[in-house]
């Protein structure tokens, strides 16, 4: 083929594909959530280089920001990836070959966690419950000090079941026997309180599509002076350089030495949802997750519906609600987005199934979106069987 | 504090934070490049799910796209990190501890995949040439032969000097010793011809930001028939679960299970940047920037500066100049961004100080924009006390 025909050939192939018309959805999954149409407008702004001081700024925009919705007076910094490499950044960090790592787990996350503390060589031990059950004080207290960790991870908010671990014991209990604390905070950064200064936690990842409401791309951390000192004092490398968080660090706050280039575009849009956040006002955007998830529950449960976690123990942005029986949950799914273009997961592993996992955050957080929900899911089910 | 006091005190402090106002930047630097309006419109679409069958089709059409600049008809994917984490996967996916890997080091990036390789218990054996130069097809058979390696890696083109590697000898070799070859390819895609099936490249990265014109977030890599049988092959775990390609391969292509939540904004800008190739022609599209380098050189020797690397080892789209002496290269790069709004780079390494790293690529490529960048070097240079 000569270089004409195969560009032809190209020009052709190009038509096969139509233009990106995304079909218009409302995401009441676990995450992505809506996004704000200003953070859109921040994404298509033109890009500069990533070590521009205009982005040098833009990055230390968003490590101040973030310190609201973390709690922490502390260092936050950003890991150019998904929350899973906010974990993976966590684990590779903070394990060396040998080191005792404590995972509390019951659900999916706290698996992922042992799988990569596993595969970094940490010797894990695992407090395990049934997914959607929590840890008391006690128990966490009498398991960090039969096992004595050099780690301690748990997940703040569980994805996979709906679940809200307190952290207050598990961390007081992991400084009391020199181990530090790490909290999978994915699914609360930003649509409820993760207090970290106040908990103790020593090192905690979160994501940008779900409290954040900005699109998935970038995983913000914080990390306390503790764990900094832990950082500085670990002889053994870091086994993957993309995630070392002391190259990371230099890059993002001290140096501003070259490390990788930073997704610039997704920087302009977590600095822009964390000001969308900043202006509403923490407090009031928790509470308004709060007032939702109320609304929610009510509507949920007048439908006969029930809860799968406790209520003093739910995440007031992601609610895990029973697969009724006869009703196939899948299907559910598939009309709820085909005919509502409503979004929604369903449970996996042990859940697989039995919930329908649903958000209720950032934009969505209203009461009239929550009405318009529930006015579709019921109408879903009954067209799937399901007679309220 | 109370809840509506604290909110106070949040709201002033948005205020702290001005409008993104991105400064406008012609960046004419190694990367990110500029970016096509196009692509920023792709970026600010709405999302969608992960799974959402849009998205799945997304990702299919983003694999799609890419066989023609790899120049592959095999697997393609894309890793949901900067090209770096691209190069990280390569190595945490193809060493298992004791792998013998053996470096091509001439620059930057090859001691980056060097120092990678040694986190990953790698058994690294280097052939060291000084920056800028590059290896004989004899030397490379002959490095080759000798050392017996499992893996072989190599920088088709090398942002840190700007010199083309041709892979052909290396990979023949490798293959010959039952090796596989890796091959950098951050700095070539879309740029100048990659010829993935044609070089005998076994897997291949790259980045968004540079001859894709897309703004940084991801890695498209390239992985021939034979590295997928050694990736099945493998028993030792591979330390990095977020990099682990089985999974990603399996989520973007095969079953389209859950593995991490991908950047959905990052890869509708990368369809579009790839539709905006396609449109163009790849075959016109590498001939534009032969074209443009010409000039550009031609210019650059016209003011009595001359070129690092030698004219049969140039990149087309990343060039490589001497700082004439008695000029301070930070001093020049300064006064260009304040005055002209131009980014280029400077060196690094045993070339700091040295060269100026200059890209002409994606829509920067012009023989208008080349004249553009030449007036504006001059005088810069001019007013640094260069007198040409």
């Not at 995450?31 to 407008?41: A, I, Q």
């Not at 990533?50 to 040098?56: A, R, T």
């Not at 899973?84 to 992922?112: H, I, L, Q, W």
């Not at 966690?113 to 894990?124: C, G, I, S």
Request: with cysteine; hydrophobic share 40%.
């Amino acid at each position: 083929m000569t270089a004409i025909e195969q560009d032809k050939s190209q020009e052709n192939s190009a038509l096969h594909f139509s233009a990106l018309e995304p079909p218009r959805r409302y995401l009441f999954g676990p995450g992505p959530t809506m996004v704000h149409p200003r953070v859109y407008e921040a994404l298509s702004k033109p890009i500069v280089g990533h070590l521009d001081p205009y982005f040098i700024q833009v990055m230390g925009d968003v490590q101040q920001l973030l310190k609201t919705g973390f709690g922490t007076s502390g260092a936050t910094l950003v890991i150019s990836g998904t929350g899973s490499a906010g974990m993976e950044a966590a684990v590779a960090n903070f394990v060396e070959p040998g080191t005792k790592f404590a995972v509390f787990a019951n659900g999916y996350f706290s698996d992922r966690l042992t799988e990569m503390a596993k595969r970094h060589d940490a010797n894990v031990v695992r407090f395990e419950k049934p997914w959607g059950e929590t840890f008391t004080e006690d128990e966490a207290r009498e398991f960090i000090r039969r096992e004595k960790p050099k780690v301690v991870a748990y997940v703040h908010a569980e994805t996979s079941t709906g679940a809200l671990q307190s952290g207050q014991a598990i961390c007081a209990a992991a400084h009391d026997a020199g181990a530090l604390a790490i909290a999978d905070c994915v699914t609360s950064l930003g649509g409820v309180p993760v207090e970290f200064d106040q908990t103790g936690i020593d090192v905690a990842y979160s994501c940008t599509q779900k409290g954040l409401s900005c699109p998935p791309g970038l995983s913000p951390m914080a990390i306390s002076a503790r764990a900094m000192d832990w950082l500085r004092a670990r002889t053994f490398p870091v086994r993957s350089w993309y995630f070392d968080l002391k190259l990371i660090y230099d890059y993002s706050t001290v140096s501003h030495r070259y490390h990788h280039t930073a997704p610039i575009s997704m920087f302009y849009a977590l600095r822009e949802a964390l000001l969308v956040i900043a202006e509403e006002g923490i407090e009031k955007r928790w509470e308004r997750h709060r007032r939702c998830h109320k609304v929610f529950v009510k509507g949920i449960e007048a439908m006969g519906l029930h809860m799968h976690v406790p209520e003093a123990h739910r995440i007031a942005t992601l609610n895990t609600v029973g697969v009724p029986k006869g009703v196939d949950e899948a299907k559910v799914r598939k009309r709820l987005l085909d005919e509502a273009g409503i979004e929604i997961a369903g449970g996996f592993g042990p859940l697989a199934g039995k919930v329908f996992r649903i958000g209720v955050m950032g934009p969505l957080a209203t009461e009239d979106n929550v009405q318009f929900f529930l006015k579709e899911f019921k109408r879903t089910l009954s067209a799937e069987g399901y007679s309220i």
